[in-house]
């Protein structure tokens, strides 16, 4: 006999993807000793379609809360006078320590801008050793002055100034200066 010739061509695989499921096995419930069985062809599950699940992007929701604007107090040191001995070195400082309202542009309507400052003297101490009071008057920068207060003055005595100046500033109590009659 002949052995026939059988022609083979390659034979291209295909892949497929499948997703298998398990069997689900049977659902019995016990409802008053009575046992109800469910087949698992009877009980089919839909699976939704790839195509008919929408995808539901958040938007970020900008929260447009404003801060609330405060109004607030800036202090500053103003140098008025300086004591100097007979070689130009510093013997007594006088200042002015100012605190003016600073109010924000949506309260500028209602409420008027104002100042008020405090007057105070800083007598040098006989023996310091600090730079600035080794060198002349006229060489000394305002800067320099006013971090030599600031270092120099208790905590409490500028606290105090601030008090002031708040009490002030920041009064509930209006102080009228135009009175209604005339002198």
């Known amino acids: 006999m002949a052995k026939k010739k059988i022609n083979k061509k390659p034979v291209k695989k295909v892949k497929s993807i499948k997703k298998v499921k398990p069997r689900k096995k049977a659902l019995k419930l016990n409802t008053k000793g009575s046992k109800i069985t469910f087949s698992t ?11 008919s699940i929408l995808k539901i992007r958040e938007e970020k929701v900008m929260d447009l809360k404003r801060k609330k604007e405060k ?30 309202k600073i109010i924000p542009k949506s309260l500028k309507d209602s409420i008027s801008s104002q100042s008020y400052s405090v007057i105070g003297t800083h007598i040098v101490p006989v023996g310091s050793n600090h730079p600035i009071l080794l060198k002349d008057y006229t060489s000394i920068k305002r800067k320099e002055i006013i971090t030599y207060l600031s270092s120099q003055l208790r905590k409490d005595y500028i606290k105090g100034m601030r008090d002031v100046i708040n009490k002030e500033l920041l009064s509930e109590n209006k102080k009228i200066e135009k009175l209604p009659w005339k002198y």
């Open 71 to 100: 109004l607030f107090i800036r202090y500053t040191f103003h140098i008025e006078s300086l004591e100097v001995d007979e070689k130009n070195i510093l013997k007594e400082i006088s200042f002015e320590y100012k605190g003016v």
């Open 41 to 51: 062809s009877a009980i089919s599950i839909r699976q939704p379609i790839s195509a």
